[in-house]
């Protein structure tokens, strides 16, 4: 994968994008500009933090009974708030609310997507300048067109998806999209406020020397995430080796590291937890979206992430996913 030093902004990408398609409406170009829109808010807040009153927690609790930072609160309201003013989004789910927000108007009503998001993923990070990001998944309607969205809109398998994407905001913020077409990744051009493509056409390799997981709860795990673990630490240069562990607690900036070098991400769930934390509509949906567009798998240790029929929005599921030969030595451990 190559950098590209030719200045391509965000617009003027999903514009080009369009001209291959000529019964394209635009109204999922215009969707995706609104996403980079709140992100570039986010990412403003996300880099004054330190110097205003948004660090620490608001608190309050989520849907999750997890205690909710004021930049969560923060994201949450500037991704709403674009997708509910624009014209091209019709609902959404989001981490931090309890049901989704069906935008019942009269524009809002004909468009033809809705989407989910994490607004701010990792955000326990927060308060220690760790990188943090943004999530989110879009599907188009299943409900008519003219009428409000329903919840079977968001119900979807993953596989059903129409884009899929992240922000991150580290040392440079960078937003990277997938459709049908391929994964793309834009890094914000502070100088003029844009995202300017800097990653076109983005391959996740298909082996890798990145191991990520929470050692700490090795002995939650079931055996042959402890097996497949073991193994990580018992290779060498006979066997494939050296891996090394990489993990640093956001998700966002574990699986961006995975997807650009090679590696997987592994959340397994516990004997305390067996579904594992991580929800599927909005975070690892989204995720194994991008991953298997590049070239990677995802899996929830048994099946296709992509497969799987969600019963609730916030529902909860194991997560793995990286380069394809190591997602394949994964499933091969016994």
Same mark, same amino acid.
């Given at each position: 994968?190559?950098?590209?030093?030719?200045?391509?902004?965000?617009?003027?990408?999903?514009?080009?994008?369009?001209?291959? !398609?000529?019964?394209?409406?635009?109204?999922?170009?215009? /969707? /995706?500009?609104?996403?980079?829109?709140?992100?570039?808010?986010?990412? +403003?807040? #996300?880099?004054?933090?330190?110097?205003?009153?948004?660090?620490?927690?608001?608190?309050?609790?989520?849907?999750?009974?997890?205690? +909710?930072?004021?930049?969560? &609160?923060?994201?949450?309201? $500037?991704?709403?708030?674009?997708?509910?003013?624009?014209?091209?989004?019709?609902?959404?789910?989001?981490?931090?609310?309890?049901?989704?927000?069906?935008?019942?108007?009269?524009?809002?009503?004909?468009?033809?997507?809705?989407?989910?998001?994490?607004?701010?993923?990792?955000?326990?990070?927060?308060?220690?300048?760790?990188?943090?990001?943004?999530?989110?998944?879009?599907?188009?309607?299943?409900?008519?067109?003219?009428?409000?969205?329903?919840?079977?809109?968001?119900?979807?398998?993953?596989?059903?998806? #129409?884009?899929?994407?992240?922000?991150?905001?580290?040392?440079?913020?960078?937003?990277?999209?997938?459709?049908?077409?391929?994964?793309?990744?834009?890094?914000?051009? @502070?100088?003029?406020?844009?995202?300017?493509?800097?990653?076109?056409?983005?391959?996740?390799?298909?082996?890798?020397?990145?191991?990520?997981?929470?050692?700490?709860? !090795?002995?939650?795990?079931?055996?042959?995430? @402890?097996?497949? #673990? =073991?193994?990580?630490?018992?290779?060498?240069? =006979?066997?494939?080796?050296?891996?090394? $562990?990489?993990?640093?607690?956001?998700? &966002?900036?574990?699986?961006?590291?995975?997807?650009?070098?090679?590696?997987?991400?592994?959340?397994?769930?516990?004997?305390?937890?067996?579904?594992?934390?991580?929800?599927?509509?909005?975070?690892?949906?989204?995720?194994?979206?991008? #991953?298997?567009?590049?070239?990677?798998?995802?899996?929830?240790?048994?099946?296709?992430?992509?497969?799987?029929?969600?019963?609730?929005?916030?529902?909860?599921?194991? !997560?793995? &996913?990286?380069?394809?030969?190591?997602?394949?030595?994964?499933?091969?451990?016994?």
């Amino acid at each position: 994968m190559g950098i590209n030093r030719k200045i391509q902004t965000l617009d003027e990408f999903t514009i080009q994008q369009m001209r291959d !398609f000529p019964n394209a409406t635009g109204e999922l170009s215009g /969707l /995706l500009r609104d996403i980079g829109l709140a992100a570039k808010r986010v990412h +403003v807040e #996300v880099n004054k933090a330190g110097l205003v009153d948004i660090l620490g927690d608001a608190g309050t609790m989520n849907v999750q009974g997890e205690e +909710v930072k004021k930049l969560d &609160v923060f994201a949450n309201n $500037q991704f709403m708030g674009v997708l509910q003013h624009g014209i091209s989004c019709a609902g959404i789910g989001s981490e931090e609310l309890d049901d989704i927000v069906v935008f019942d108007d009269e524009i809002s009503n004909q468009s033809k997507y809705v989407c989910l998001f994490d607004p701010l993923d990792g955000s326990s990070n927060i308060d220690v300048n760790v990188s943090i990001g943004t999530i989110f998944s879009v599907f188009r309607r299943v409900s008519e067109l003219g009428k409000p969205a329903t919840k079977e809109d968001f119900l979807q398998k993953g596989i059903n998806q #129409v884009a899929a994407g992240y922000v991150i905001y580290g040392s440079s913020t960078m937003l990277v999209y997938a459709t049908r077409r391929g994964v793309n990744g834009f890094t914000l051009d @502070q100088s003029i406020g844009e995202f300017t493509l800097s990653h076109p056409d983005i391959k996740c390799p298909h082996k890798g020397k990145i191991y990520s997981i929470n050692h700490g709860n !090795f002995f939650q795990y079931n055996e042959q995430v @402890q097996r497949y #673990v =073991d193994s990580c630490q018992k290779k060498n240069k =006979d066997n494939g080796g050296p891996y090394t $562990q990489r993990y640093i607690g956001s998700m &966002v900036a574990d699986v961006h590291r995975n997807l650009i070098k090679g590696g997987i991400f592994m959340y397994p769930g516990t004997k305390d937890k067996p579904n594992g934390k991580l929800r599927l509509l909005y975070e690892c949906n989204p995720f194994a979206f991008i #991953v298997e567009v590049a070239g990677g798998l995802a899996t929830d240790g048994k099946q296709r992430i992509l497969e799987i029929q969600p019963t609730e929005i916030h529902q909860r599921v194991p !997560f793995f &996913v990286g380069s394809k030969l190591m997602m394949e030595e994964f499933e091969n451990t016994k």
